[in-house]
């Protein structure tokens, strides 16, 4: 490695048209186009790291413009030192006092250092030649701890107790690993409960899914609260009759436990996507009351950790328990979430906070105050990033497979060279090309058609919009 440094990157404002679909409709978000703030790392020799963050289309080009900005500040830095203390590196990111003073870890700044920060684990990986979730699985306790970063969080958790967690969990290791590479990693799907979709699209897709092996289901919610129930009941009515399940279907009680799952054992959840004040939370929450879902996500403001603490007190008396997390700027929100006891589920997600190093101190607070990681996902791609997260989490940190679900939506792999795939079970299949990295490099032709505004699909969009014709409807393999 010695000499081999980062010496130059590119930066991509890729959009895909998923509003045409009504793919990533909810309550707040009503016009979606998926997209990707991407950037490809180059160094002085063959190697090179891709990194994104998420966004819904108009703003990538503002993220794209900060992560120019940060990334800046690392080329010409050698590899060696940055991947011997990723730590010190992730402080390094953050640390711009100019950067700071617009959004302190938090806002544009803070999605563009996750991009910036994901492609240079994504080096680190490809250079190991690991997958991103094996590289960091095979560190010591001592390692994780020092490439975690622990500012603001210490009374929360100590890295003396981060190191005494880990090691309680390193002799089980390779047992977890093995197992979880053969049977893969407990999946839910949202692509079943978009708000623009039809009902027609609705009950087809939930029968689809539940004969790909899903048993957990997310609905999209918010809107109108009788419309909300209609669409609900439509999907009970699918999941909880025991004549739709595939043949041979056994569900584990233990994934189901305390998940108010119906008689065929499925699971409904619901999403507000942060559409509503605290009181109406819970008052709109007790109308859907009749649909048992395991828990409310986003049900208000994400940073607003005192209100999801109030909503989580008076949802208990109805059994419906509180969701979130991808939403949250930062580490520091998700200490506060889980000091006022107010989720039962943490959902993290890979571009929101700063990358890898703050999702590894998010998921140790977690396994310390017993809140299970269940990663936001879907989008473009997020799934193929958090599957490497919840395998760091399960084998490392909280040892915990059974309560915990990933979220997974069937849009956009096709782009990636390393796609995200789902067994018979409904699981997630462990990542395990040497090559694939972080899991985050996409098709040069995809980013080619895809680039906004002078992508082939963009220039036949708005070729279509000066005829006055709808946008032309992307391909779905």
């Not at 002799?171 to 978009?194: D, F, L, M, N, Q």
């Not at 395991?294 to 999801?308: K, L, S």
């Amino acid at each position: 490695m010695s000499g081999l440094k980062i010496t130059e990157f590119s930066v991509h404002d890729i959009r895909f048209p998923t509003n045409v679909t009504g793919d990533g409709t909810d309550a707040m978000n009503k016009e979606c186009d998926y997209s990707a703030a991407y950037i490809v790392l180059k160094t002085n020799s063959d190697l090179k790291g891709q990194g994104m963050t998420f966004t819904i289309g108009r703003g990538n080009d503002i993220v794209c413009y900060a992560i120019e900005q940060i990334a800046n500040r690392i080329v010409g830095k050698e590899l060696a030192p940055i991947f011997a203390d990723m730590g010190s590196f992730f402080d390094f990111l953050v640390s711009d006092p100019q950067h700071r003073w617009l959004g302190p870890e938090k806002g544009v700044i803070h999605l563009a250092t996750a991009a910036v920060n994901n492609a240079v684990w994504d080096l680190y990986a490809k250079h190991e030649k690991k997958p991103l979730w094996k590289l960091i699985v095979d560190f010591t306790p001592e390692e994780f701890v020092k490439a975690t970063s622990f500012r603001y969080i210490t009374d929360a958790i100590t890295k003396e107790e981060a190191l005494a967690l880990l090691k309680e969990k390193e002799p089980t290791k390779k047992a977890r690993e093995e197992e979880v590479i053969k049977k893969g990693y407990p999946a839910y799907t949202t692509s079943v409960g978009w708000l623009g979709y039809s009902d027609e699209k609705v009950v087809r897709l939930t029968k689809e899914a539940l004969a790909q092996g899903f048993n957990h289901f997310k609905l999209k919610v918010g809107a109108d609260p009788e419309d909300d129930l209609r669409r609900g009941r439509l999907i009970r009515s699918i999941i909880d009759d025991k004549a739709n399940l595939p043949e041979g279907r056994v569900i584990d009680p233990a994934t189901i436990k305390g998940k108010n799952a119906g008689p065929a054992g499925c699971v409904l959840m619901v999403d507000a996507n942060q559409v509503w004040d605290v009181p109406q939370a819970v008052e709109y929450m007790k109308k859907l009351e009749p649909l048992k879902p395991w828990f409310i996500e986003e049900p208000t403001a994400p940073d607003d950790a005192v209100g999801h603490a109030a909503i989580r007190k008076a949802l208990k008396e109805i059994n419906i328990g509180v969701a979130t997390g991808e939403h949250a700027h930062n580490r520091m929100v998700f200490k506060q979430l889980l000091q006022l006891d107010a989720i039962d589920v943490c959902q993290i997600d890979s571009c929101r906070v700063g990358g890898v190093n703050e999702i590894m101190s998010i998921l140790l607070m977690s396994a310390k105050f017993g809140v299970p990681v269940c990663p936001h996902a879907g989008g473009v791609g997020l799934c193929e990033y958090v599957i490497h997260l919840s395998l760091i989490d399960y084998i490392c940190v909280s040892g915990e497979m059974e309560r915990n679900v990933l979220e997974f939506v069937d849009h956009l792999h096709e782009h990636f060279l390393y796609p995200v795939s789902i067994n018979a079970q409904g699981r997630y299949n462990v990542p395990q090309d040497p090559k694939g990295g972080y899991s985050i490099e996409m098709y040069d032709q995809s980013m080619a058609d895809y680039a906004y505004p002078e992508g082939s699909y963009w220039v036949a969009a708005a070729d279509a919009a000066a005829k006055g014709l709808p946008p032309p409807v992307p391909p779905h393999p």
